[in-house]
C-alpha cells in the first residue's frame, strides 16, 4: 500500500479543489468545464443534440435515456455520445 492513502485532506494536498469551483468532465475525449452538476439531460442539451438521436455511456455504462434526468455527472466522469445518422 502507499503511504499517503491514510494522510488527511489539508487545503495543501487538495490544490485541484481549491483552484477552481468547476466541474470537469470528457466528452468524446474533449475537455468540457460546467458551473454546476450537470444531469446527462443537461449535458445533451448544452451540446444541442436531439436526445432521441443519441446514446450515451457515462464512465462506461449505458444509461438509458428514461434515467439522464436523475442521473448526475460528477467532475472527472468520462462521457461518450454517439448520435444515430439515418440515411440510404
Known amino acids: 500500500m502507499f503511504g499517503n492513502q491514510n494522510r488527511p485532506q489539508t487545503k495543501y494536498n487538495r490544490l485541484r479543489d481549491s483552484v ?31 436526445p432521441e438521436r443519441v446514446a450515451v455511456e457515462l464512465n462506461r455504462a449505458i444509461v438509458k435515456r428514461r434515467l439522464w434526468d436523475s442521473t448526475t455527472v460528477a467532475s472527472g466522469s468520462e462521457i461518450e455520445i454517439v448520435q444515430f445518422v439515418g440515411g440510404g
Open 20 to 50: 477552481t469551483d468547476e466541474y470537469q468532465v470528457t466528452i468524446n475525449g474533449e475537455r468540457h468545464f460546467f458551473e454546476a452538476v450537470p444531469t446527462l439531460s443537461e449535458v445533451v442539451a448544452r451540446l444541442h443534440l436531439e
